[in-house]
Nanobody
Framework: QVQLVESGGGLVQAGGSLRLSCTAS???????MGWFRQAPGKEREFVAT????????SYADSVKGRFTISRDNAKNTVSLQMNILKPEDTGVYYC?????????????????WGQGTQVTVSS
């Protein structure tokens, strides 16, 4: 069993930055980690993922060039640096652990979810 706890959400103005962190407990060795988000009235969508070694990452087109995912396996953490935030980035952000899909465009198939953290970007 894996538990994931997110932190770092909040309210920020458009153009600003936020950094989300997720701490994992339990067995995550070999797992991909990633972030998804869900805006009000919309389905949950993929944001970014990183493989176990940190050597490969993939992003949704909507966040490429603005968001950066990273992980520290020694600390069991994965982070999402979000820059040049836009109002359309608003939503609940969920940390996930699972496997890469293995097909382009590369996303991930979560096996575990965190409880989510709210990100609100004002215009």
């Amino acid at each position: 069993q894996v538990q994931l706890v997110e932190s770092g959400g909040g309210l920020v103005q458009a153009g600003g930055s936020l950094r989300l962190s997720c701490t994992a407990s339990g067995r995550t060795t070999g797992s991909a980690m990633g972030w998804f988000r869900q805006a009000p009235g919309k389905e949950r969508e993929f944001v970014a993922t990183v493989n176990w070694s940190g050597s490969f990452s993939s992003y949704a087109d909507s966040v490429k060039g603005r968001f950066t995912i990273s992980r520290d396996n020694a600390k069991n953490t994965v982070s999402l640096q979000m820059n040049i935030l836009k109002p359309e980035d608003t939503g609940v952000y969920y940390c996930a652990a699972g496997a890469l899909t293995g097909a382009a465009p590369m996303t991930m198939r979560p096996a575990y979810w965190g409880q989510g953290t709210q990100v609100t970007v004002s215009s």
